[in-house]
């Protein structure tokens, strides 16, 4: 078992809560075999995670979304682990505690303490394994895509900021993005806060309790490869944490931009993506027309097209757009037309990757002098070439021999005659 030692809390930091269990894995193990359907290669088959009772609970002190990543980056290489939003209880064994959220009392009669309690976190985290992957995406080649598609389906609040993003276990195992993303809030936020906040996202809002395990330990595989080779990392943005909006218990109102519809591809286009820029009606946001729209263009006009004429038309277009001016200020919309340049170089990589076509070049004249004859004239001095090379090599077998002759004459004794 992994131990670390306790970091002593300061102000303004928050703590991430590890429970590590006393023997059963924490993540799942995953193993190819073969079936009457799968001969070949097998069938992907999982197994669940351990059911562990007790723990030993520790805490993590993070000041930041960078520092939340390092913690984390630790707790994938141990597969006894997980977190859990809730803190403990003061007083409790730390060495030997159950992940429990109400006293209970045992088969003894005797009182079993609560080891949880609720706690306002900073850091929050995102489990998401309902949305579909379109086509044009490889989440394995280019990652940072995945991660720019997947909080497109957000609120704006989330968009351009730093987040720690993890594949979970089913990633390549079952169909779909299966990913984890952590961001940091500048305001701790209550676990009723982000159920009510994000109700109609497509988050699983289970881990938004204090006591819920939150798996983050990579899976474990036997007698196979893992399919994902890159599980995780840190995809900056231009701020390092989200500002929320006011969510009170009384508010019935839930903020949300227009949801994200990639089916508009199948509608006309880059034009139709075009129009579908903001919050007008029948708009669809700023964010994932604009990345739709890069990439059907660049589907039609290939890798290698100046890609001049459509940055600046979808600039004009997100200037122009109609908007909410409280979800999207003037700043957001700076935001994503800075955002333009490395999103249209990105599609273009990933294109180039899916079509085979690694980069282009533009001509440019040697920097040596070219060379003069005709190809009949090389051929024949390339012939002469491996002439020469070849009696050199019959010349040195020849002299090689001969020594060595020579050599083993001159070893034998000598007789002498009368």
Known sequence: MI???EATPTAGRDSVTVLTTKGPLATKVIERRPTPQHAAEGEWIATQYGNAKSFSISERYVADIHELANELTILEYNPRAFIVRGAPVDGIDRDHAYRRLHPRTNKNGILEPASLRPAARHWVPLDIDS?????????????????????????????????YWQFTASQQIKPGLRIRLFFWSDVPLADWQLKQWLADYPVDQAIFAPAQPIYVARPVFIQARDPVPLRS??????????????ITKSSGTKIRPAKHDDSLRLRGGYEAYRRAIGDHEGGNGLFGPRQSAVASYIAQHGGSVDTTWVRADLEDAIRNAPRDVKNHPDRYIEVRIRDLDVLIRRIIEMHRANNGVSSSYDECEPTYPA????????RSRLLDLAGLHVSAVLEYRAAKAAFESLAVESSQPRTFTA
């Open 233 to 246: 990392g840190v995809q900056r943005g231009e701020r390092d944490a989200i500002t929320p909006p006011i």
């Open 131 to 163: 949305i579909e992957c379109p086509n044009r995406l490889d989440p394995i080649a280019n990652p940072e895509l995945a991660v720019d598609y997947v909080v497109g389906h957000l609120p704006v609040h989330f968009h351009s900021v730093t987040c």
């Open 371 to 378: 060379p003069l004859g005709s190809v009949g004239a090389a």
């Open 3 to 5: 131990r670390y030692p």
